[in-house]
């Protein structure tokens, strides 16, 4: 593979995770705006908008530590 190869798998792994840091920085966003006390409400919103990952991290997020433990 040439230099120029490479360049481009580099420029879309750079994409990829400005992505990945966009998406969680509107998931933190997202769980500020909703509070602690709506987090079914708060998942179901992350799924819709971000995929099951998005609910799982939403939850991990707001869940009490103890929960944590046994997710």
């Known amino acids: 593979m040439g230099a120029g190869g490479a360049r481009i ?3 879309q792994a750079d994409t990829a995770v400005a992505r ?5 920085l509107a998931i933190a966003h997202d ?4 509070g602690l ?11 819709d908008r971000y995929g ?5 991290i939403c939850l991990m997020s ?4 103890g ?3 046994k997710i």
């Open 31 to 34: 769980i500020l705006l909703a």
């Open 37 to 47: 006390n709506a987090q079914s409400a708060l998942a179901a919103g992350c799924k």
């Open 9 to 11: 798998r580099l420029d």
């Open 62 to 65: 707001v869940a009490p530590s």
């Open 20 to 24: 990945a840091v966009r998406v969680h």
């Open 52 to 56: 099951l990952q998005g609910a799982i």
């Open 67 to 69: 929960w944590r433990s």
